[in-house]
């Protein structure tokens, strides 16, 4: 398994201000089933997302999201891609780009991206709760083709709160907005890599 | 002017915004890409890193550039999309020409960046390729990309070379140039032709031209393992590509609307063959002549009001 940096862009509403952002750092990004179904006991709660993770849950949450949208257990994150050997040459696709996109709604709107990390499998888990899925890597993923260019890393029920690195705030224009705040909680994945110091 | 079937759908200041989205935030990359630059990458040299990042920048702009231009031309803005083709500045410094030195100078570019940049000079009908000094160059009014000789080698340059041919052939170049350019295809045929890369119909279309230096035994035979017929059956199947596209991105009614549906508008490969061949009166291989799609039917309008 590797750890991967991500980057997630959520657009800002009458719901979701400064005050929400930040309160985001703390309590986890969660998945809008969980979003939707937070009151639930836990003891029911784990059972029933878990039988909601398959392959083919995955796979509606990244072609056909709007089927899903308040339902799904899945986080769309970003972390880039680049599409080699194209008739036009290697296209680069950086994750903020498409984060960006996501929090300003292609400019419509001012918007909040978040940096974290999530532990990836080097082939796919879509079921298993703890892991998160490269589904931007097409030799793992080939029916995800279609949004391949937003080079999508996908986590599951919620992006705990030591993950989130910060939240920065962006105008329409993607300028910084003026507005970041540092997750006093984080925890740097360096210190879960298997990289170990001598003893 | 041409309008791709299905367009007429989306809502007019969103289109209109969407569009100015991606151009006014051109001058943004730089500044955003550096806020967001993973400091965990910074372990080359700080100067290697640089350039990396300046590169990254540029890419980037060249990508929004061309979403922005695919959203014109297929909602029947083809003359405003000319205008910006005409100014590399944009991508190259971020801000149009006008708004500071006429020219941009003499840039070194990579693959996807000369590739990108010259085809849209082509389709303005800006200047022309050549064989530089230091690599292949594409002149324009304005200044002059550059394709240093070391970036043309490795699978990247082999995908792009027969798009550059139609770039070349677009431009109306001169013949010697093209003939390099033939040759150059031609040797890299014989030695990479195992890699795959020449079975792509981008790469088969070249058969078109397959008798352009016919008459001259000592002369080249571009693409000589494909023929007319090869070339003919290609150019069929990137209008079938497209069209399954564009009808699948369609079909995605929640990303339609919204101009979200994954995938490019604009299949740049057949766009700049489709006008190199009206450049070059390529008739034979109008859609008239055969059963299209609707979608087909655009490209080739599409290509008539460029060439």
Redesign the interface.
């Known amino acids: 398994m590797f750890i991967q940096w991500c980057l997630k862009g959520i657009s800002e509403r009458p719901t979701f201000g400064d005050t929400e952002a930040e309160a985001l750092l703390y309590s986890g990004i969660k998945s809008n089933w969980l979003f939707n179904n937070g009151t639930m006991p836990v003891e029911l709660a784990i059972p029933t997302v878990q039988s909601a993770l398959g392959l083919s849950a995955l796979l509606t949450h990244v072609n056909n999201y709007a089927a899903v949208r308040t339902t799904s257990p899945y986080i769309s994150l970003s972390a880039g891609v680049v599409l080699a050997d194209t008739a036009l040459g290697s296209r680069k696709f950086p994750a903020w780009r498409s984060a960006m996109d996501f929090a300003t709604e292609w400019g419509r709107s001012f918007g909040y991206v978040y940096r974290v990390w999530t532990i990836v499998t080097p082939q796919p888990a879509p079921q298993v709760l703890s892991v998160s899925d490269e589904v931007r890597n097409l030799n793992l993923f080939d029916a995800a083709w279609k949004y391949q260019s937003q080079g999508e890393i996908t986590a599951k029920l919620v992006i705990p709160s030591a993950q989130i690195q910060y939240v920065i705030k962006v105008g329409s224009d993607r300028r910084p907005a003026g507005f970041r705040r540092d997750n006093t909680g984080f925890v740097n994945p360096e210190t879960i890599s298997n990289l170990l110091v001598e003893i | 002017m041409p309008r791709l079937a299905g367009t007429e759908e989306w809502n007019e200041g969103l289109l209109r915004?969407?569009a100015?989205?991606y151009l006014?935030?051109i001058k943004?990359v730089g500044?955003?890409?550096r806020?967001?630059w993973?400091h965990?990458r910074a372990q080359d040299p700080r100067r290697v890193d640089e350039i990396r990042f300046r590169e990254?920048v540029t890419?980037?702009r060249l990508?929004?550039f061309t979403e922005a231009m695919a959203l014109l031309l297929v909602s029947d803005r083809t003359d405003e999309a000319m205008s910006f083709f005409a100014d590399l500045g944009w991508v190259l410094n971020g801000f149009p020409t006008s708004d500071g030195p006429k020219t941009f100078g003499r840039v070194s570019v990579?693959?996807?960046?000369?590739?990108?940049l010259s085809?849209f000079a082509a389709l303005a009908k800006d200047g022309g390729m050549l064989l530089g000094e230091t690599g292949l160059e594409y002149r324009t009014s304005r200044g002059s990309l550059t394709l240093s000789r070391d970036r043309q080698n490795g699978?990247?340059f082999?995908?792009?070379l027969?798009?550059l041919f139609f770039v070349a052939l677009a431009t109306r170049v001169e013949r010697v140039d093209l003939y390099i350019l033939s040759k150059l295809i031609s040797d890299l045929l014989g030695q990479y032709g195992a890699l795959g890369?020449f079975e792509?119909p981008?790469?088969k279309l070249l058969g078109i031209y397959s008798t352009l230096f016919e008459g001259n035994s000592s002369e080249p035979r571009i693409a000589f393992i494909f023929g007319q017929l090869d070339g003919f059956m290609a150019l069929r199947e990137l209008e079938r590509r497209y069209t399954s596209r564009i009808r699948?991105m369609r079909s995605?009614?929640?990303?339609w609307v919204r101009?979200?549906a994954?995938?490019d508008l604009v299949d740049?490969?057949l766009l700049i063959a489709q006008v190199a061949m009206l450049r070059d009166n390529g008739l034979p291989f109008l859609p008239e002549n055969f059963p299209a799609s609707p979608e087909t039917h655009f490209c080739w309008d599409l290509a008539r009001a460029l060439a």
């Open positions: 915004g969407k100015r989205y006014d935030t943004t500044e955003v890409a806020e967001f993973p965990e990254e890419d980037v990508e929004q990579n693959i996807r960046q000369f590739v990108g085809l699978s990247e082999l995908a792009v027969p798009t890369l792509r981008e790469a699948e995605d009614r929640y990303h101009m979200n994954p995938g740049w490969v």
